[in-house]
């Protein structure tokens, strides 16, 4: 796979490194002269150029791109590569860094933004995870609505002991995995859940609000078949 990163900073290379491990085809491009051919990335092509400049992106062989990652830590300027690179090239895939929260509204479809990362935010829900067992954290949003919700099971929780298939998430509510003991792990509807899981659930924007409701300790109650639900709250 051929990916473009702009923005040749800490953010940038790390993702290089990342990448170039997993042997893609890497090019950094970045308009400081300092950043360009740092060694700390070896493997990876270079580009001393302005990525918010069409003739940039065209002598980089955007046409035959793959995927364009905006990392730079200027949002404006990771909106302009992203829209150009959709728009004027054609790239199949365009993932955007969001340095300030209060811009996250712009990185859509409209500006070309496949996928948005938003640094706060990662950073924020990490911190949340870590100190917030029992409540609902988001990890990611996804385009159009949906989020990734992160919940680390209380010790207490009746949600320990239940199997996955006998708990009534919301309608657009899926488990996705979770993480036991430090290792991830794809449940089936047989698995039961234990406490201080770490459950990964992908939900539609008008489920996140029931979603965290449900999960609110000391909400849940058995039904006389043994279920576990979020229809049965006391």
């Given at each position: 796979m051929r990916v473009l990163i702009a923005g040749a900073g800490s953010v940038g290379r790390s993702i290089a490194r990342e990448l170039l491990a997993g042997g893609h085809d890497v090019l950094l491009v970045d308009r400081n002269p300092e950043n360009v051919g740092r060694a700390s990335v070896p493997g990876a092509r270079w580009l001393l150029a302005d990525a918010c400049e069409i003739g940039s992106l065209s002598g980089a062989g955007l046409e035959a791109t793959d995927v364009v990652v905006a990392a730079t830590g200027d949002d404006k300027a990771n909106l302009v590569v992203s829209l150009l690179a959709k728009t004027e090239f054609g790239v199949p895939r365009t993932v955007a860094r969001v340095n300030n929260p209060k811009n996250e509204w712009m990185f859509d479809e409209a500006w070309g933004v496949d996928v948005m990362v938003s640094t706060p935010r990662l950073m924020t829900a990490l911190v949340e995870e870590a100190v917030a067992v029992g409540?609902?954290?988001?990890?990611?949003?996804?385009?159009?609505?949906?989020?990734?919700?992160?919940?680390?099971?209380?010790?207490?929780?009746?949600?320990?002991g239940s199997a996955v298939g006998g708990i009534s998430?919301?309608?657009?509510?899926?488990?996705?995995?979770?993480?036991?003991?430090?290792?991830?792990?794809?449940p089936t509807e047989?698995?039961?859940?234990?406490?201080?899981?770490?459950l990964l659930l992908?939900?539609?924007?008008?489920?996140?609000?029931?979603?965290r409701e449900m999960l609110t300790p000391g909400r849940w109650q058995r039904d006389p078949a043994g279920h576990t639900g979020g229809a049965e709250l006391v």
């Amino acid at each position: 796979m051929r990916v473009l990163i702009a923005g040749a900073g800490s953010v940038g290379r790390s993702i290089a490194r990342e990448l170039l491990a997993g042997g893609h085809d890497v090019l950094l491009v970045d308009r400081n002269p300092e950043n360009v051919g740092r060694a700390s990335v070896p493997g990876a092509r270079w580009l001393l150029a302005d990525a918010c400049e069409i003739g940039s992106l065209s002598g980089a062989g955007l046409e035959a791109t793959d995927v364009v990652v905006a990392a730079t830590g200027d949002d404006k300027a990771n909106l302009v590569v992203s829209l150009l690179a959709k728009t004027e090239f054609g790239v199949p895939r365009t993932v955007a860094r969001v340095n300030n929260p209060k811009n996250e509204w712009m990185f859509d479809e409209a500006w070309g933004v496949d996928v948005m990362v938003s640094t706060p935010r990662l950073m924020t829900a990490l911190v949340e995870e870590a100190v917030a067992v029992g409540d609902v954290v988001e990890v990611f949003s996804f385009r159009g609505g949906a989020k990734m919700l992160g919940y680390t099971i209380p010790d207490a929780s009746p949600l320990a002991g239940s199997a996955v298939g006998g708990i009534s998430w919301p309608p657009d509510t899926v488990l996705v995995g979770l993480v036991r003991g430090g290792r991830p792990l794809a449940p089936t509807e047989d698995d039961a859940l234990e406490a201080r899981d770490e459950l990964l659930l992908l939900a539609g924007d008008e489920d996140e609000e029931e979603l965290r409701e449900m999960l609110t300790p000391g909400r849940w109650q058995r039904d006389p078949a043994g279920h576990t639900g979020g229809a049965e709250l006391v």
